[in-house]
């Protein structure tokens, strides 16, 4: 493995008496694409907020680039971008200006900030719709434009939560390839998700949570060990009983 | 059909008491003033007796029927059979559809207050052998009528009222309902109490409210009891016709709703700048100036801030009006009382904006990805308040010097703005401490347009408005003592130095707080950030 660009040591988190992250270890590569996978409430997004300072981890510690995440966040937040898995952007603003907001809260100058918005918004396909508000976009719409203000300061670090989660074929194209392109430049992705074909399709690196632990990580290949990551996946995590003897009648149009 | 509605309502009732707390509390909370409302206007109908019993009437029905026209605009979400979409799915004709909404309409705890209270009536306007019959009738046409204009109001407004403007204009609607109630708790008392509103103030209002359904209602009772039969059936045959047109609009529009795209959400776009120029202008005086650009466009498009503002205005005029209309005041003492209006708009300035966290709600941990150093975070603040300034500053002066200039006293404007300045700066300097000793996540209720703090968060709200408004006159007591001490003193000398040192104290005031908040902020914006996402604005 080369420059690692992400490094997480035994995090914890609990809730109450739900623990949420048990102690998981995670190196990824520079240049990587990465994807944590897991069961919903397996405990990704709690992973990912405490990776990228938004959660207070009870234990652990997490490198950006060497950068402590936890004792010098000013350094490591300059170096990665975040896209949520819910919508957090400013509604009553219009495209164009959550773009340009985002790149002058970063540090941009205003005329940077605003050259990259527009180009942003180009690749992105919301050239069109830049000045209509946040709050009447799509669920795609949204999700790219999240996407452009996780990018335009040109982190070295990309952190996605579910990133095509809703989001039409078209949009979600558009994501892949610029995350693709993003990648190729030497700039690293860590996406969680939990659909295992677009994982297979695209990462280089898998990990599997479950239970807020590490079950699995290394390559795609290494991971699924020749079978599909989806089987891989649900071999690991296990199959749920369907108890759907009771549906008898399902199925038939007489009553 | 009817039957399956009213069990599905009579259910949401009940699931009301077995869901969250938030739920619980409000249902036990609306059915106590559903009670209490019908004792109320039971009691009051029941004592108009005698001269103008027929016009206070009137005007007690046309106000509940008011009442039921506003309600569901506020109330939409409440209840899921009020939304036709939510049954467009299912196999049912447009006319069942409607008797069974009609009919779930017609259960819960307010349809029923709303027919006990106006049988008041028959205890007040009615008396004689054909009244109290007449009456009764009445009164079910006045309720039905007043479900079906709801009904119709609501169906009709449906597809508004899912959409973002829809919502809009119902936080808008809170204004003008709000300013009434001030104005009504304010002014009807003092105007009753001086003589000048009378029963037969009511005379005139009665003319041409004779003429509404619920105006008919109420004279048709009156025909009845006076011995005039032939009259009284006229007036309620035409309020029979009214709810029956009533009736067939709403089956048509629901018709028409079931079947109709709601287009409202499609957007204007924001005002049109080339894309050569910026977005947010401001942005060019560095982070403190993108962040004042934000807030800025923020106070012009979401509605809530705009009703902050007008809120802030009504409880302006509201604090000086009784004193201007009295007319006897001393000068001194309506110098003191704008002093004191000034200052409490101040307060309520910052009291809206002392939970800024949970105010901005999810997109405050997209703004904390990027803001961590206290330099960055006083940029923070102190942008915020830029933009409430630019717009606090000019506003609450102007209606300082409005009052004032009502008041028959211009000149007292000065020492009201002086006031207004220095109350400026304290509120929001004591806003950016609260924002961050105090932080709670938003709630949007359903059916309420204006957000409230989350279930288990109240204290933290009460104690923003109470810590506001003590802290900010206990800061701003300097002022008042100034105010009081000279006003023997020249004008001309006394109103610049005024005006200048109350500025420059708030100035130092909001200041102080921003930089107090900074420094607290510095350490706690993960959590700051979990109290936004759990925000939901």
Redesign the interface.
């Known amino acids: 493995m080369g420059e690692i660009a992400i490094e997480v040591r035994g995090l914890q988190k609990h809730f109450g008496e739900k623990q949420a992250v048990d102690g998981i270890n995670l190196d990824i590569a520079a240049g990587s694409l990465a994807g944590l996978v897991g069961p919903n409430g397996a405990g990704k997004t709690t992973s990912l907020s405490m990776m990228?300072?938004?959660?207070?981890p009870d234990l652990g510690k997490v490198l950006i680039n060497g950068l402590d995440v936890w004792k010098d966040?000013?350094a490591a937040?300059a170096v990665?971008g975040?896209v949520?898995d819910?919508?957090?952007?400013?509604?009553?603003?219009?495209g164009?200006?959550m773009l340009?907001?985002?790149g002058?809260?970063?540090?941009l100058p205003?005329d940077e900030?605003?050259s990259r918005?527009?180009q942003l918004l180009d690749t992105l396909d919301l050239a069109a719709d830049?000045?209509?508000?946040v709050?009447?976009y799509s669920t795609g719409m949204r999700k790219k434009t999240m996407l452009g203000?996780a990018l335009i300061h040109n982190p070295s670090v990309l952190f996605l939560d579910e990133p095509l989660e809703g989001v039409d074929p078209v949009s979600g194209d558009v994501i892949r390839r610029l995350l693709t392109r993003f990648t190729g430049s030497g700039s690293t992705v860590l996406f969680s998700s939990h659909v295992m074909e677009l994982v297979e399709q695209i990462c280089d690196h898998v990990s599997v949570i479950n239970k807020g632990r590490i079950v699995a990580t290394g390559t795609t290949d290494e991971v699924r060990d020749g079978k599909t990551l989806q089987q891989a996946f649900i071999d690991l995590v296990g199959p749920r009983a369907s108890g759907e003897e009771g549906l008898s009648w399902l199925g038939s149009s007489s009553s | 059909m009817a039957r399956l509605f009213v069990q599905l309502k009579l259910r949401q009732l009940r699931n009301a008491l077995i869901g969250s707390t938030a739920a619980r509390v409000s249902f036990i909370v609306s059915t106590i003033f559903a009670v209490l409302f019908a004792i109320g206007t039971f009691i009051v109908l029941a004592l108009f007796r005698g001269t103008y019993s027929v016009e206070l009437t009137s005007v007690v029905f046309t106000s509940i029927a008011f009442g039921w026209l506003f309600a569901p605009i506020f109330a939409f979400g409440l209840d899921s059979t009020l939304d036709p979409a939510s049954m467009a799915l299912y196999p049912v004709r447009t006319r069942r559809l409607a008797t069974g909404l009609l009919a779930a309409s017609a259960t819960g705890a307010w349809p029923l207050a709303n027919l006990l209270g106006q049988l008041g009536v028959i205890v007040g306007l009615a008396h004689g052998p054909l009244g109290v019959p007449v009456a009764l009738v009445a009164v079910v046409l006045e309720v039905l009528f007043c479900i079906t204009l709801a009904r119709f109001v609501t169906t009709g407004m449906a597809g508004l009222l899912r959409s973002?403007r829809g919502k809009d204009l119902a936080a808008f609607l809170f204004l003008p309902v709000f300013a009434a109630y001030e104005l009504f708790a304010q002014v009807v008392p003092k105007l009753a109490s001086s003589g000048k509103l009378t029963a037969a103030s009511f005379a005139g209002f009665d003319s041409w409210m004779r003429w509404l359904p619920p105006g008919l209602a109420a004279h048709a009772i009156q025909d009845a009891s006076d011995g005039h039969p032939g009259t009284a059936a006229a007036r309620l045959a035409a309020l029979a016709a009214v709810v029956v047109v009533l009736g067939w609009l709403w089956i048509r529009s629901l018709g028409h709703a079931l079947v109709t795209a709601d287009t409202s959400?499609?957007?204007s776009?924001?005002r049109?700048r080339g894309?050569a120029r910026?977005?947010?202008p401001l942005?060019?005086f560095g982070?403190r100036g993108?962040l004042a650009?934000?807030t800025w466009?923020?106070q012009r498009?979401?509605p809530t801030s705009l009703v902050f503002w007008g809120v802030v205005v009504v409880i302006m005029v509201v604090v000086s009006i009784r004193l201007i209309l009295s007319k006897s005041a001393t000068p001194s003492a309506l110098e003191l009382n704008l002093v004191v209006s000034g200052l409490f708009g101040a307060a309520f300035v910052g009291v809206f904006h002392a939970n800024p966290v949970g105010l901005?709600g999810?997109?405050?941990?997209?703004?904390?990805?990027?803001?961590?150093?206290r330099r960055q975070l006083r940029a923070y603040f102190s942008g915020q308040n830029i933009a409430l300034c630019a717009i606090g500053i000019p506003l609450l002066v102007a209606i300082s010097f409005g009052l004032a200039a009502w008041a028959g006293h211009p000149m007292f404007g000065f020492p009201a703005a002086a006031a207004d300045l220095a109350g400026l700066g304290a509120s929001l300097g004591l806003a950016s401490v609260f924002s961050v000793a105090f932080p709670y996540p938003m709630d949007k209720r359903m059916g309420s347009p204006m957000l409230v703090a989350a279930q288990g968060y109240g204290a933290y709200r009460f104690a923003d408005i109470l810590g506001g408004i003590i802290g900010t006159g206990a800061l701003c007591s300097p002022v008042i003592v100034a105010v009081a001490l000279t006003n023997a003193d020249p004008a001309a000398v006394r109103m610049p130095v005024l005006v200048v040192c109350s500025a420059a104290y708030g100035l130092a005031l909001a200041w102080a707080g921003v930089r107090i908040a900074a420094i607290a902020a510095a350490g706690k914006?993960?959590?700051l950030?979990?109290i936004a996402?759990h925000s939901k604005v």
């Open positions: 990228t300072g938004l959660l207070r966040p000013v937040k990665i975040v949520p819910q919508a957090r952007l400013f509604e009553r603003l219009s164009a200006e340009e907001y985002s002058r809260l970063y540090g205003a900030a605003r918005a527009a830049a000045r209509r508000l709050a009447d203000c | 973002r959400t499609q957007s776009r924001v049109g894309r910026t977005a947010l942005s060019r982070l993108t650009a934000r466009i923020y498009r979401d901005t999810p997109p405050f941990a997209f703004e904390a990805m990027a803001l961590t150093s914006m993960p959590e950030s979990q996402i």
